[in-house]
């Protein structure tokens, strides 16, 4: 990040301590840092310290002093590499989508040929409110970078989706727009992510607790790095920023099978990261089953291993990265799998590892590979897991 022009903007918050950190993590990184605050952001965090920390003065206000002198909105929009606005309020992602233009931050946002980021920070109902997933959605087709908040514990006391991002996932997110290298340049991934769902009738399904956030995350590590993305994504609730990747949504297993079979052809890297039904019921209803017997009785039949499918066609420059969420002699079965499957690489995650696995935002991962390596990693975010990963790969095959 040597030398690179960041600027910060941050909202009313009570997130706007982290802003602290944020700008601290980009000074180590030696990039040259500058912050507009919203006027009641000084509420939470002073002028005092952001200048401070990010060792320039932090601007307000379109004029300075009583001189008539006046904070070019324009000219910091055309200095910046990047303008990441965190945290973002439901107020000032409200007044983006809309153009409204009533303070500094807003008017540089308008200016602003750079990327742009928002990580939104707030409470729980107000994050999922849909005015506020609307201006979400008006910011994201505008081409801003969401940054999603995370589920977490509240100022409120609540609990919920709301949390800012951590810094260290902001900065990251940051270090792989600027680092002009894609490694992945010209290449071309699929993905595929989220659970599935078996139909019983047309109200019940078999289906599981993935949340799909993993394989997004690598879906966007993949694309920062320069691939061409596919992804195949099982039904899940969770709002993504998708932008950029080529997405299509499946239901049960036997979709998400004939498509991945169909996007497999011209994939240098397929990476399998849906927790895909083992077995579907043998035969559906079309109708809703009703409440008359005491006992009702399944029979359930395979689902394709959609896994072993590819791995038995896959040619030899193509990649094929599985997952394993073992509870039980994890390495051994992983292993087991990485062969039997013909993964290039496989990634356990271990449901005994507090915090990994489904629908948390952090993961503690393994990658095993067929020449016996095994690298062991620390429990982190999905995006820095995502990162690992997706390093891993192009330093062993790229
Ligand atoms: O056999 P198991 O389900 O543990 O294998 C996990 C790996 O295989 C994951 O990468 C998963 O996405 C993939 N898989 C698949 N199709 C299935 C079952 C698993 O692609 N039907």
């Given at each position: 990040?040597?030398?690179?022009k960041i600027l910060i903007?941050?909202c ?6 982290k802003t602290a950190y ?6 180590k990184q ?19 310290t952001?200048?401070t920390l990010?060792?320039n003065p932090?601007?307000t206000r379109f004029t ?6 006046w904070?070019n ?6 200095w ?6 965190a945290?973002?309020?439901a107020?000032?992602?409200a007044?983006m989508?809309n153009?409204?233009c009533d303070?500094?931050l ?8 750079c990327?742009?980021y ?5 409470d729980?109902d107000?994050?999922k409110?849909a005015?506020?997933q609307?201006?979400m959605?008006i910011l994201?087709e505008?081409g801003v970078k ?7 514990e509240?100022?409120s006391g609540?609990?919920g989706?709301g949390r ?5 996932s902001?900065?990251s997110i ?8 894609s490694?992945?340049?010209?290449k071309?991934?699929?993905v ?10 047309p109200?019940?399904?078999?289906g599981?607790?993935s949340?799909?956030?993993?394989g997004?995350?690598?879906?966007r590590?993949?694309?920062?790095y320069?691939a ?9 609730s969770n709002?993504f920023n998708?932008e950029g990747i080529?997405?299509?949504?499946v239901t049960s ?7 991945a ?13 849906a ?7 043998r035969?559906?209803?079309d ?6 017997k005491?006992?009702?009785?399944f029979?359930l039949?395979k ?7 590819l791995g038995k066609i896959?040619s030899d420059d193509q ?7 073992e509870?039980?002699?994890?390495v051994e079965?992983?292993?087991k799998?990485l062969?039997?499957?013909?993964f ?6 271990s449901?005994?590892d507090?915090?990994?696995?489904f ?13 016996n390596?095994t690298?062991?990693?620390?429990l982190?975010?999905?995006t ?6 997706v390093?891993a790969i192009?330093?062993k095959?790229?």
């Amino acid at each position: 990040m040597n030398g690179k022009k960041i600027l910060i903007g941050v909202c009313g918050s009570i997130a706007a301590y982290k802003t602290a950190y944020i700008i601290r993590l980009l000074k180590k990184q030696h990039a040259d840092v500058r912050v507009i605050m919203t006027p009641s952001a000084s509420g939470f965090i002073t002028a005092l310290t952001l200048s401070t920390l990010s060792k320039n003065p932090v601007l307000t206000r379109f004029t300075v002093g009583d001189q008539g002198e006046w904070n070019n909105h324009v000219e910091l929009g055309l200095w910046a590499d990047v303008f990441v606005i965190a945290p973002a309020s439901a107020n000032t992602l409200a007044k983006m989508a809309n153009g409204i233009c009533d303070n500094l931050l807003l008017a540089v946002y308008l200016s602003a040929r750079c990327p742009v980021y928002v990580a939104p920070a707030m409470d729980l109902d107000m994050h999922k409110h849909a005015s506020t997933q609307a201006n979400m959605r008006i910011l994201q087709e505008s081409g801003v970078k969401i940054i999603d908040a995370e589920h977490g514990e509240l100022a409120s006391g609540l609990t919920g989706i709301g949390r800012i991002a951590e810094p260290e996932s902001i900065v990251s997110i940051i270090d792989d727009l600027l680092s002009s290298g894609s490694p992945l340049q010209g290449k071309k991934a699929l993905v595929t992510a989220g659970p599935t769902y078996e139909k019983i009738d047309p109200i019940r399904f078999i289906g599981n607790h993935s949340s799909g956030k993993m394989g997004v995350a690598i879906a966007r590590q993949l694309m920062a790095y320069g691939a061409e993305v596919k992804l195949i994504l099982g039904p899940v609730s969770n709002l993504f920023n998708l932008e950029g990747i080529n997405v299509s949504n499946v239901t049960s297993a036997d979709e998400m099978y004939e498509l991945a079979k169909e996007q497999f052809a011209g994939a240098d890297i397929t990476v399998l990261a849906a927790a895909v039904a083992d077995y579907k019921p043998r035969i559906s209803a079309d109708s809703k089953i009703k409440k008359n017997k005491d006992n009702l009785t399944f029979e359930l039949i395979k689902t394709p291993d959609i896994a072993v499918s590819l791995g038995k066609i896959k040619s030899d420059d193509q990649i094929i990265v599985g997952f394993a969420l073992e509870t039980d002699n994890e390495v051994e079965n992983a292993r087991k799998k990485l062969f039997s499957k013909n993964f290039s690489m496989i990634v356990l995650n271990s449901l005994n590892d507090p915090g990994a696995g489904f629908g948390h935002d952090t993961n503690k991962i393994s990658i095993l590979d067929k020449d016996n390596n095994t690298r062991e990693y620390e429990l982190k975010s999905k995006t820095d897991v995502a990162k690992d990963i997706v390093d891993a790969i192009v330093e062993k095959y790229f």
